[in-house]
């Protein structure tokens, strides 16, 4: 099988739990369970899994736009308990929209090589748009699997996915056999 990767971005307590500094509703709870049985099934095929997440400066110039989130070693920046890494995962933690501003995460995926990556997580106009457009931009081939991805705004996630869509991401419906 060629290598792939599942990214996981922003499956962090503030976005995803009730009271979370940046919680996201109700759709993104209802992604959890998908996401989970996407990490487990990629980890068993033996993809790289990749949890992206914010990671914030306590006087993050971003607060002014979306208020103080997943400040460093806080609990709101800790991955929910329901998706865990597993030994062997990565973690890259990003202060920006994309994953690669200022990141190692084009280095590691240089690395890992894979012909595919699968993207799961939040917010899908935001993080999500950014991470995909730059992995396109790389030359990657993109699932964004719709089942594992949701915003706080809904216009704004189908925007998201369909901006996705017309610059080359394929979109998916179900987890990849």
Request: hydrophobic letters at 40%; a negative charge; aromatic letters at 8%.
């Amino acid at each position: 099988m060629a290598a792939r990767a599942l990214m996981v971005i922003d499956m962090l307590r503030d976005f995803m739990e009730e009271g979370g500094s940046l919680y996201c509703g109700n759709g993104a709870r209802a992604i959890i369970p998908f996401v989970a049985r996407a990490v487990e099934r990629m980890r068993r095929q033996g993809a790289d899994i990749i949890f992206l997440t914010d990671w914030h400066d306590p006087d993050d110039p971003e607060f002014e736009v979306f208020g103080r989130h997943a400040v460093q070693g806080s609990r709101g920046a800790e991955i929910i308990d329901e998706i865990k890494p597993a030994p062997g995962d990565h973690i890259v933690r990003k202060t920006k929209y994309s994953g690669f501003h200022g990141t190692e995460l084009d280095g590691l995926l240089h690395r890992l090589n894979p012909s595919e990556v699968y993207v799961t997580g939040v917010c899908t106009s935001i993080c999500v748009m950014h991470t995909a457009a730059g992995l396109l931009d790389r030359g990657f081939r993109v699932h964004i699997l719709a089942p594992g991805v949701a915003d706080f705004d809904p216009e704004q996630h189908h925007f998201a996915l369909k901006h996705l869509k017309i610059i080359g991401a394929h979109i998916d419906e179900a987890l990849p056999a």
